[in-house]
């Protein structure tokens, strides 16, 4: 009994057990961890038509793209680092707005992401070229597996909004990246899913 009481005492600094708040539509998460926020200008090369994104750059003050806030208490492997991401809505030419998207720092960690507000589509990539498309709306949870790329696209005219979840010590690889091989364009009012080169050759 002693010793079972010394171990449970061994780290005042454990993570304790909590809820915290988050808000379905603005996705605010209190209180986070961290927080940051991506405009335009930090997405340069990503998009197809770079004339456009420069143009909504000068003529709209560099507006925010996408923000993220996190949540975690330590950084031990094991435990879980959550948040949320908010993507508004808008396009750059006909391309929708759209993540910087990674390949996780340790390649074989896993990621959920579940849809609260809005909706949209998560673009996967592997480094042997292999690519999928997957929805990213409430009522539906996107597994995102172990060695694929993700980045999420949002389709609607509202921010879309979408809680992750991933092992703390997954790690972001941005580097590795760049410009996917699939991409989605606004096609007469509807998202269409297309290879990049042949977006460029249409």
């Given at each position: 009994?002693?010793?079972?009481?010394?171990?449970?005492?061994?780290?005042?600094?454990?993570?304790?057990?909590?809820?915290?708040?988050?808000?379905?539509?603005?996705?605010?998460?209190?209180p986070?961890?961290?927080?940051?926020?991506?405009?335009?200008?930090?997405?340069?090369?990503?998009?197809?038509?770079?004339?456009?994104?420069?143009?909504?750059?000068?003529?709209?003050?560099?507006?925010?793209?996408?923000?993220n806030?996190?949540?975690?208490?330590?950084?031990?492997?094991?435990?879980?680092?959550?948040?949320?991401?908010i993507?508004?809505?808008?396009?750059?030419?006909?391309?929708?707005?759209?993540?910087?998207?990674?390949?996780?720092?340790?390649?074989n960690?896993?990621?959920?992401?579940?849809?609260v507000?809005?909706?949209?589509?998560?673009?996967?990539?592997?480094?042997?070229?292999?690519?999928?498309?997957?929805?990213?709306?409430?009522?539906?949870?996107?597994?995102?597996?172990?060695?694929?790329?993700?980045?999420?696209?949002?389709?609607?005219?509202?921010?879309?909004?979408?809680?992750?979840?991933?092992?703390?010590?997954?790690?972001?690889?941005?580097?590795?990246?760049?410009?996917?091989?699939?991409?989605?364009?606004?096609?007469?009012?509807?998202?269409?899913?297309?290879?990049?080169?042949?977006?460029?050759?249409?």
């Amino acid at each position: 009994m002693w010793a079972r009481l010394c171990e449970l005492m061994v780290d005042l600094n454990a993570p304790l057990p909590c809820s915290v708040a988050f808000n379905k539509n603005s996705g605010v998460v209190e209180p986070a961890t961290s927080h940051y926020t991506k405009r335009l200008s930090a997405l340069r090369g990503l998009f197809l038509d770079a004339d456009a994104l420069e143009r909504r750059i000068s003529g709209e003050g560099d507006p925010v793209c996408y923000e993220n806030y996190a949540f975690n208490q330590n950084t031990a492997e094991g435990d879980l680092f959550f948040g949320t991401t908010i993507i508004y809505a808008g396009k750059v030419g006909l391309e929708y707005h759209l993540t910087r998207g990674h390949y996780h720092s340790k390649r074989n960690r896993a990621e959920t992401y579940q849809a609260v507000s809005g909706h949209g589509l998560v673009l996967f990539q592997r480094e042997d070229g292999a690519t999928r498309v997957a929805k990213l709306e409430p009522g539906m949870i996107t597994y995102i597996p172990p060695h694929w790329a993700h980045r999420s696209i949002n389709t609607s005219d509202e921010p879309l909004v979408f809680i992750w979840t991933c092992p703390v010590d997954a790690g972001n690889d941005y580097a590795v990246l760049g410009a996917m091989e699939l991409v989605v364009l606004d096609r007469n009012g509807s998202p269409s899913v297309e290879k990049r080169l042949e977006a460029l050759g249409r």
